[in-house]
């Protein structure tokens, strides 16, 4: 399989963005304009994480968690472990505020990002580039 250099810097430049917007968020310095779009924060996080789960999954779907039968995406694990503790930090942040529908929202956007990456995924006709695979010739 071909490496994926374009979907890795673009998972790294979402990484930066991911990061930034949290460090606005935590500062109570997110743009204020953000306001007139009605539940703009529920929005951010279905997308927010969406994509991230989506990116992350996409880049790591060979690494697997077994549980008994079953074969957890490792990614998928990791980052909604980190959601919950990022969710619960903001308890204790002084411009955050714990929130169950956010949390809902988290999930909502790990879950599409997950089952989007997995179609991605599925499709034997691309390359993870978006080329073409040759047509075979019998």
């Not at 399989?1 to 968020?25: D, N």
């Not at 007139?36 to 779907?61: C, M, Q, S, W």
């Not at 490792?74 to 980190?82: D, G, P």
């Not at 002084?94 to 997995?118: E, F, H, M, N």
Request: with cysteine.
């Amino acid at each position: 399989m071909r490496s994926q250099p374009r979907l890795k810097w673009l998972a790294l430049i979402y990484a930066a963005l991911f990061g930034w917007i949290l460090v606005l968020a935590y500062t109570g310095n997110l743009p204020s304009q953000l306001a007139v779009i009605p539940y703009y924060d529920k929005f951010g996080h279905i997308i927010l994480y969406g994509v991230a789960t989506y990116l992350g999954h996409r880049l790591l779907h060979r690494f697997t968690f077994r549980l008994g039968h079953f074969r957890l995406p490792l990614w998928v694990i990791a980052f909604s472990t980190w959601t919950l503790a990022e969710e619960g930090a903001q308890f204790f942040a002084p411009t955050r505020s714990l929130d169950a529908l956010d949390l809902v929202c988290s999930a909502l956007g790990i879950g599409t990002g997950y089952w989007l990456a997995k179609q991605q995924l599925s499709q034997p006709s691309a390359y993870s580039d978006g080329s073409q695979l040759p047509e075979s010739k019998h």
